[in-house]
């Protein structure tokens, strides 16, 4: 287990992490209809599951679903600016929601905005 992973809490972050990032894609208009309605939970689960694999914790997401390949796995969706941007927004109001070392939350901070700005596949 890496030393992010433990130092911020391990599984019961990532789980409350995605929790709280969920509850804000929910209202989000542009965000929710990129989920089928019944698929939210299952979404939450393999974010986390994403999450603690890239943050150096158990290996769960490759175990069941393979290698990550991120932009493969979302290119069916239209993510333009627009979209990154609220994804940002709800995963930024999800992180600032966490009690956590300020220099982990700017580590995190840093690969969400990375991770965010690669998953565009629309120009403007």
Known sequence: M?????????EKFFADLSSQFYSHVVMDPILLPMYPDNDLKGAAQRLKMFLEQY?????????????PRLRMRH???HI????????????????QG???DEALRVQLWSYLEMAADAMVNQPD
Do not use: C, I
């Open 2 to 10: 890496s030393d992010f992973y433990e130092r911020v809490g391990g």
């Open 55 to 67: 943050w150096g914790g158990p290996t769960t997401y490759q175990n069941s679903r393979g290698h």
């Open 75 to 77: 290119a069916r969706f």
């Open 80 to 95: 333009d600016v627009a979209a990154r941007d609220a994804w940002l927004g709800a995963m930024n109001k999800a992180v």
């Open 98 to 100: 966490m009690d956590m």
